[in-house]
Nanobody, 119 residues
Framework: QVQLVESGGGLVQPGGSLRLSCAAS????????MGWYRQAPGKQRELVAT???????NYADSVKGRFTISRDNAKNTVYLQMNSLKPEDTATYYC?????????????WGQGTQVTVSS
């Protein structure tokens, strides 16, 4: 059993910042690529950012230069620093991790954390 627990969402004014965290726990052999996705009401879930075990990062064009993804392997945690937030960043943010258990690798998702950008 593996759990991903997100935290750090909330209400922020345009131009503000938030830092999301996602910690993995449970039967973990090793963790591969970790990432953040988001889903706004009435829209499909979309990729925000990913980070590999070698700290290679990838960002959606809409967040480049404003968001930074990082990870702490000792804590099995991935972070998303969000700066210069815009109303269009409002969504439920989900973390996803590739987790190896024994000989197989599975994708696990967190429960989501709400980010609302509004004045």
């Amino acid at each position: 059993q593996v759990q991903l627990v997100e935290s750090g969402g909330g209400l922020v004014q345009p131009g503000g910042s938030l830092r999301l965290s996602c910690a993995a726990s449970g039967r973990i052999g090793s963790i591969g690529t970790m990432g953040w996705y988001r889903q706004a009401p009435g829209k499909q879930r979309e990729l925000v950012a990913t980070i590999t075990t070698g700290d290679i990062t990838n960002y959606a064009d809409s967040v480049k230069g404003r968001f930074t993804i990082s990870r702490d392997n000792a804590k099995n945690t991935v972070y998303l620093q969000m700066n210069s937030l815009k109303p269009e960043d409002t969504a439920t943010y989900y973390c996803k991790s590739e987790i190896k258990q024994f000989v197989a690798t599975y994708n696990y998702w967190g429960q989501g954390t709400q980010v609302t950008v509004s004045s």
